[in-house]
């Protein structure tokens, strides 16, 4: 009978799922996020405003000029003009760099004595800034080397490793599954008790000898497997339209992404049981989900440069546990033999058993 029953309820929350219109967001909104936010969410600085004020004129300042002239990094303009017209320009948002190379530069290198260059950066974007610094001080020093090789006698040598060719779309894709499969069961979720609130269907489940159990079952099952698909979805769209690299363990991929929208849907739960409205129930979890999924998952920023209260709220939300081990998955490819792989997904696994039992716990068969 109570097999009989849960089979029923299931059918039923198919059957309402495939009739209703949301059915449809549960893979558009996925492939939304990720189309959008991989192609729109670039770290690299290209084609920098760069203006230049030449007052040595002489071989080796026209050499960093022509080096900054044919990079992709910069679109270098060399101006006649006073320091205060320039700094001007840059106030009215017409460039981003200003280089003034000053009289005597050349001959001061020459006889081995203090030169200096002045580079004034619109620091308005502080991450924007500190890459067009680096960007700036590469070419100097590039330049340096290749010309004064006696001044500077130790050579640079660097390598990237896991994402050689430093691409956006490796750094940025993979943390938006994470962000996607956060936010998109937990929305679905969310929608599934405070419906029934709404509507007062919720009484057949007070009514029924459902148990609470099999009424969660009979809930976030069809949820449950609907984005267990996505899982597959999102990894054929990062590795074969973004074409990111996947170097290590597809098991571990999905199994950890199970898991981790396992508890997509508890959050979704707990928010469902707590509210009565659908609207706030959305809104809610948006809140709960996209702000934290954008500044804990590492995609802006490395959780490892956060301090203090920043670097305590981050370990609290999951999506920095379940990133660690997507980024290892796609770029690095230790797999189960790392440790801190292992580590977090045990706390993913603590996460996902917490959040049902609060469900279950704050889930009440009877009128308030």
């Given at each position: 009978m109570r097999v009989q029953l849960l089979g029923a309820y299931l059918r039923k929350e198919i059957m309402e799922l495939f009739r209703s219109r949301i059915l449809f967001m549960v893979y558009i909104l996925p492939t939304m996020i990720l189309l959008l936010f991989g192609y729109g969410i670039r770290l690299e600085v290209t084609h920098a405003r760069t203006l230049i004020i030449d007052r040595d004129n002489s071989s080796l300042s026209?050499?960093?000029i022509n080096a900054l002239e044919h990079s992709k990094y910069f679109d270098a303009k060399v101006l006649a003009s006073s320091d205060q017209n320039a700094l001007h320009t840059m106030q009215q948002a017409k460039a981003d760099i200003i280089i003034i190379i000053p009289p005597s530069f050349e001959r001061d290198l020459l006889h081995k004595n203090p030169?200096?260059?002045?580079?004034?950066?619109?620091?308005?974007?502080?991450?924007?800034?500190?890459?067009?610094?680096?960007?700036?001080e590469g070419v100097i020093l590039h330049l340096a080397q290749t010309l004064l090789p006696k001044a500077l006698p130790i050579q640079i040598e660097y390598r990237a490793l896991f994402n050689q060719s430093m691409r956006d779309e490796n750094a940025i894709v993979p943390g938006l599954i994470g962000l996607v499969l956060l936010v998109a069961p937990a929305i679905l979720a969310a929608l599934l008790i405070v419906k029934e609130k709404e509507l007062g269907t919720i009484f057949n489940f007070y009514s029924s000898p459902l148990s609470k159990s099999d009424f969660l079952i009979a809930k976030l099952t069809p949820v449950f497997l609907l984005h267990s698909l996505n899982i597959f979805i999102l990894f054929l769209w990062a590795t074969y339209l973004f074409k990111v690299p996947f170097r290590g363990n597809f098991w571990l991929?999905?199994?950890v992404s199970e898991l981790y929208v396992l508890i997509s849907v508890g959050i979704g739960l707990l928010v469902s049981i707590v509210t009565n409205r659908q609207i706030v129930a959305v809104v809610l979890t948006v809140i709960i989900t996209v702000i934290p999924g954008f500044l804990y998952s590492g995609i802006l920023m490395p959780i490892s440069s956060m301090k203090g209260e920043s670097a305590i709220e981050a370990h609290i939300f999951p999506v920095m546990y379940y990133n660690h081990i997507i980024y290892d998955a796609f770029l690095i490819g230790t797999g189960f033999?790392?440790?801190?792989?292992?580590?977090?997904a045990?706390?993913?696994?603590?996460?996902?058993?917490?959040?049902?039992?609060?469900?279950?716990?704050?889930l009440k068969k009877e009128l308030k």
């Amino acid at each position: 009978m109570r097999v009989q029953l849960l089979g029923a309820y299931l059918r039923k929350e198919i059957m309402e799922l495939f009739r209703s219109r949301i059915l449809f967001m549960v893979y558009i909104l996925p492939t939304m996020i990720l189309l959008l936010f991989g192609y729109g969410i670039r770290l690299e600085v290209t084609h920098a405003r760069t203006l230049i004020i030449d007052r040595d004129n002489s071989s080796l300042s026209l050499n960093l000029i022509n080096a900054l002239e044919h990079s992709k990094y910069f679109d270098a303009k060399v101006l006649a003009s006073s320091d205060q017209n320039a700094l001007h320009t840059m106030q009215q948002a017409k460039a981003d760099i200003i280089i003034i190379i000053p009289p005597s530069f050349e001959r001061d290198l020459l006889h081995k004595n203090p030169a200096e260059i002045g580079i004034y950066i619109d620091g308005s974007y502080p991450m924007r800034a500190l890459t067009m610094q680096s960007y700036v001080e590469g070419v100097i020093l590039h330049l340096a080397q290749t010309l004064l090789p006696k001044a500077l006698p130790i050579q640079i040598e660097y390598r990237a490793l896991f994402n050689q060719s430093m691409r956006d779309e490796n750094a940025i894709v993979p943390g938006l599954i994470g962000l996607v499969l956060l936010v998109a069961p937990a929305i679905l979720a969310a929608l599934l008790i405070v419906k029934e609130k709404e509507l007062g269907t919720i009484f057949n489940f007070y009514s029924s000898p459902l148990s609470k159990s099999d009424f969660l079952i009979a809930k976030l099952t069809p949820v449950f497997l609907l984005h267990s698909l996505n899982i597959f979805i999102l990894f054929l769209w990062a590795t074969y339209l973004f074409k990111v690299p996947f170097r290590g363990n597809f098991w571990l991929y999905w199994g950890v992404s199970e898991l981790y929208v396992l508890i997509s849907v508890g959050i979704g739960l707990l928010v469902s049981i707590v509210t009565n409205r659908q609207i706030v129930a959305v809104v809610l979890t948006v809140i709960i989900t996209v702000i934290p999924g954008f500044l804990y998952s590492g995609i802006l920023m490395p959780i490892s440069s956060m301090k203090g209260e920043s670097a305590i709220e981050a370990h609290i939300f999951p999506v920095m546990y379940y990133n660690h081990i997507i980024y290892d998955a796609f770029l690095i490819g230790t797999g189960f033999s790392s440790a801190k792989n292992l580590l977090y997904a045990a706390i993913l696994t603590l996460y996902a058993l917490l959040l049902l039992f609060l469900g279950w716990a704050l889930l009440k068969k009877e009128l308030k």
